[in-house]
Nanobody
Framework: QVHLVESGGAFVQSGGSLRLSCEAS????????MGWFRQAPGKERQLVAL????????NYAVSVKGRFTISRDNVKNTVYLQMNSLKPEDTAVYYC?????????WGKGTLVTVSS
């Protein structure tokens, strides 16, 4: 059974930084692309960043490019999201994602709140 557990969400001031972590189990972690999505109150879930299975390719939403960095540790079965220069509009629940055997899996999310 695929299990994704996020951590690291917090309340921060605008301009601050946070690092989110997501530990995966139930899959051969190094075989799969991983991603982070986020959902702000009253809005649809949106893609934030993706990282390839071996970590050599990344993609970012335009809104976070240059501020966020996705990375992974295939020994620890963990994917990270380093978030710098945070803005109030980054406030959302952040979800870890993996597509496995045609099914989308999500963690329960971790809340990031950025105050102005």
């Amino acid at each position: 059974q695929v299990h994704l557990v996020e951590s690291g969400g917090a309340f921060v001031q605008s301009g601050g930084s946070l690092r989110l972590s997501c530990e995966a189990s139930g899959i051969i972690f190094g075989n799969y692309n991983m991603g982070w999505f986020r959902q702000a109150p009253g809005k649809e879930r949106q893609l934030v960043a993706l990282v390839s299975s071996v970590g050599n390719r990344t993609n970012y939403a335009v809104s976070v490019k240059g501020r966020f960095t996705i990375s992974r540790d295939n020994v620890k079965n963990t994917v990270y999201l380093q978030m710098n220069s945070l803005k109030p509009e980054d406030t959302a629940v952040y979800y870890c994602y993996v597509g496995y055997n045609g099914i989308n899996y999500w963690g329960k999310g971790t809340l990031v709140t950025v105050s102005s």
